[in-house]
């Protein structure tokens, strides 16, 4: 083990120690792990698609749907409309200061 013995770079000062008490990864336990992960993700990822498919049974889904989006563009267009008009003034008022 190609180490180095105190006086190592910050808070390192036996490299040999700090290696010796690591543990060493467990792959079988890590495969385990990430199919435990795939499953987990992949059981959510058919729930959300039972749940559409049941809002989509609904015949007025797309209708709904379509009125939510339009309202939420329009409520966005207002904030970046205000947001806008803010600053404009803004930068009025700072003219208006330096002219002064």
């Known amino acids: 083990m190609d ?4 006086g190592g770079a910050g808070d390192h000062d036996d490299c040999r ?3 010796l008490l690591a543990p060493c ?10 199919k435990e992960k795939k499953a ?14 049941a809002l989509a049974e609904n015949p007025n889904f797309i209708k709904e ?4 989006v339009d309202r939420d563009l329009k409520a ?3 904030d970046v409309i205000v ?3 803010v600053d404009d003034e803004r930068n009025k008022n700072l003219r208006r200061l330096k002219e002064a």
Do not use: C, T, W
């Not at 990864?25 to 990430?34: E, G, I, L, M, S």
């Not at 749907?65 to 939510?68: C, F, P, R």
């Open 65 to 68: 749907l379509s009125e939510q």
């Open 76 to 78: 966005f267009a207002k």
């Open 40 to 53: 987990k993700e992949s059981a959510k990822l058919s729930d959300v698609v039972s749940q559409i498919r």
């Open 25 to 34: 990864p467990r792959p079988d336990h890590d495969a385990a792990d990430v």
């Open 17 to 19: 120690s700090e290696a």
């Open 83 to 85: 947001e806008v008009a």
């Open 3 to 6: 180490v180095h013995r105190g």
